[in-house]
């Protein structure tokens, strides 16, 4: 079946302007998260949804970013007046109830460049 | 809160030898553990994970990890490494205790096989 897909892959935006990421999860899956992978930094937490409560932001790194889901399909994430440092792979995954016994699987990820 | 350690930048091995990728942990409660693979300009995807149980997992690709709950280490293997091998290995935790639903990664091992 279909994987989680992200789009765009790529992104290059100037310093400033504001950026829209999305995530299509795989169908079913109630759990999706987001992720920042920069190089050499591992992967770092960014958002948590898990169906109707309320979503885990204790990992977005500033309010110029935020994130949405509608229901338990796509999720949006939004960084707003971008700065250089924001440049990274943001990767979502997700992953059927979440109980933290279930792998979570990985979408390609967007490689966001600021110029 | 729960983290990762993964002490190697890169892993250097020859074709045909054992791979062994190191992992430590430290979490309050105790640890769900999880090993994932990332080929390059692709997503990571999951090779295996440690619940409960037998402390020898076996995973996808021929790969097994041990987990010592004495040593707070869950280290990857293969006995006999393959050039398809080579990639970028990381080690996630999540902790039992305190309701977490966050998965803490490793910043990833590069694991380079040499034909």
């Known amino acids: 079946g279909a994987g989680v897909s992200q789009s765009p892959s790529n992104k290059v935006t100037e310093k400033g302007k504001d950026v829209e990421l999305r995530c299509d999860p795989i169908?079913?899956?109630?759990?999706l998260y987001w992720y920042r992978q920069s190089l050499g930094q591992g992967l770092e937490f960014l958002i948590y949804f898990q169906g109707n409560s309320a979503p885990d932001k204790s990992g977005l790194p500033s309010d110029r970013f935020s994130a949405e889901r509608t229901g338990e399909s796509v999720s949006t994430l939004t960084i707003q007046r971008t700065q250089q440092e924001d440049s990274a792979v943001y990767l979502c995954?997700?992953?059927?109830?979440?109980?933290?016994?279930?792998?979570?699987?990985f979408g390609p990820g967007t490689r966001l460049t600021v110029t | 809160a729960q983290s990762v350690a993964q002490p190697e930048d890169q892993v250097n091995v020859a074709e045909g030898n054992p791979l062994t990728v190191k992992c430590t942990y430290s979490?309050?409660?105790?640890?769900?553990l999880f090993w994932y693979v990332q080929y390059p300009n692709r997503g990571l995807q999951f090779l295996l994970k440690y619940i409960t149980g037998d402390n020898l997992v076996k995973g996808s690709y021929g790969f097994e990890a041990e987990f010592n709950k004495s040593q707070t280490s869950f280290h990857l293997k293969k006995p006999s490494a393959l050039v398809s091998d080579s990639a970028l290995y990381f080690c996630?935790?999540?902790?039992?205790?305190?309701?977490?639903?966050?998965?803490?990664f490793g910043k990833g091992n590069q694991v380079v096989v040499i034909p």
């Open positions: 169908s079913g899956h109630t759990a």
């Open positions: 996630a935790v999540r902790d039992t205790w305190g309701g977490n639903n966050r998965l803490a």
């Open positions: 995954a997700s992953s059927l109830v979440e109980t933290g016994l279930r792998e979570q699987y």
């Open positions: 979490v309050s409660g105790n640890p769900y």
